[in-house]
């Protein structure tokens, strides 16, 4: 089966510039989670959806950071304005539902550089 | 915060069997003990996951104590492409608990 596809791979930009990053999941799998890893520490998460709804989004922050997942499949992560301390790998997984233990698939990243 | 604690890295020598413990002394009776890693410059990766037996699969083993307050990971025949950092994540059954939540892992050395 095809992996979770992001893209960017990576992007620099400027404090203040917005960005956006894409995810496909993988074919099937309801739940979407997008991470936020920051150099030397493990993945956090930032928001959880099922299907194209909002499972928790307790650790995103909601003034500069919006996600959403349209139709349920893709999704988007958007940083509006970015700050210096934005500069991370931000990862997207993905699982089946139906098999409330299975685990999660990551794809391999964008990694964010705000100068 | 992370439910489980790792030493920070821990070394190995290539071909010999590296064993990556992990403590989880709060762990409920309905959780489960999930072991990911993440190689350089990728996403981390699903290894195995177990509840109270010990688990095997093509990867790696499981471990669990009997008072499940802890397990080990174990990679029978360790090669330069296990160098990677190792996590061990506990994993609640409802909703609310469902969250994957990774500490700082064990940073995995493997040595020709």
């Known amino acids: 089966e095809a992996g979770v596809a992001q893209s960017p791979r990576y992007k620099i930009i400027e404090k203040r510039q917005s960005v956006a990053f894409w995810c496909n999941p993988i074919?099937?799998?309801?739940?979407l989670y997008w991470y936020q890893q920051i150099l030397g520490q493990g993945p956090k998460l930032l928001i959880q959806?099922?299907?194209?709804?909002?499972?928790?989004d307790s650790q995103l922050p909601k003034d500069r950071f919006s996600a959403e997942r349209l139709k349920g499949v893709d999704s988007t992560l958007k940083i509006q304005p970015a700050k210096l301390e934005d500069s991370a790998v931000y990862l997207c997984?993905?699982?089946?539902?139906?098999?409330?233990?299975?685990?999660?698939?990551f794809g391999n990243g964008t990694r964010l550089t705000v100068t | 915060d992370a439910k489980t604690t790792q030493p920070p890295s821990m070394d190995c020598a290539e071909g010999r069997a590296a064993n990556l413990p992990c403590n989880h002394s709060?762990?409920?009776?309905?959780?489960?003990v999930y072991w990911y890693r993440q190689i350089h410059s990728q996403g981390p990766q699903y290894i195995i996951h177990?509840?109270?037996n010990n688990e095997t699969n093509e990867m790696a083993s499981l471990i669990i104590t009997e008072d499940r307050k802890s397990s080990t990971l174990i990679l029978p025949h360790a090669t330069l492409r296990d160098t990677a950092v190792y996590y061990c994540?506990?994993?609640?059954?409802?909703?609310?608990?469902?969250?994957?939540?990774f500490g700082k892992g064990t940073r995995l050395h493997i040595l020709p």
């Open positions: 709060t762990i409920s009776g309905n959780e489960y």
């Open positions: 959806f099922q299907n194209n709804g909002v499972v928790d």
């Open positions: 994540i506990v994993r609640g059954p409802t909703n609310r608990d469902d969250k994957i939540i």
């Open positions: 997984a993905s699982s089946f539902f139906q098999h409330r233990y299975s685990p999660l698939h």
């Open positions: 177990g509840l109270k």
């Open positions: 074919s099937g799998h309801a739940t």
